[in-house]
Nanobody, 127 residues
Framework: QVQLVESGGGLVQAGGSLQLSCAAS????????LAWFRQAQGKEREIVAA????????YYTDSVKGRFTISRDNAKNTLTLQMNVLKSEDTAVYYC????????????????????WGQGTQVTVSS
């Protein structure tokens, strides 16, 4: 089992940057496929980016391609989302999530495949 704790959210002006971090407990961090999801008020939760167990494969939803970067440090049990050129439509609660049972190279996009979730961190982008 793993516990996930997000940090780094806050209020930023449009065009600015934020870096979200997700710290994980446990000694098996490298066995989890990871992802960032977000949920805006009144909308369904959606995947933002995902990364494979070894970090060599990534996925980004179209709206964040070229602006966001997902990365992981398996030695430090940390998942990161660097968000640049933020837009008002990026305003949401951001969650990190971990999935078990995935191949080393697999990038999981399906929300229902994720077994563990953090509590979320609010990102607000003012226009």
């Amino acid at each position: 089992q793993v516990q996930l704790v997000e940090s780094g959210g806050g209020l930023v002006q449009a065009g600015g940057s934020l870096q979200l971090s997700c710290a994980a407990s446990g000694r098996t961090f490298s066995t989890y496929a990871l992802a960032w999801f977000r949920q805006a008020q009144g909308k369904e939760r959606e995947i933002v980016a995902a990364i494979s167990r070894h970090g060599g494969s990534t996925y980004y939803t179209d709206s964040v391609k070229g602006r966001f970067t997902i990365s992981r440090d398996n030695a430090k049990n940390t998942l990161t989302l660097q968000m640049n050129v933020l837009k008002s439509e990026d305003t949401a609660v951001y969650y990190c999530a971990a999935a078990t049972g995935m191949s080393t190279w697999w990038v999981e996009r399906a929300e229902n495949e994720y077994d563990y979730w953090g509590q979320g961190t609010q990102v607000t982008v003012s226009s």
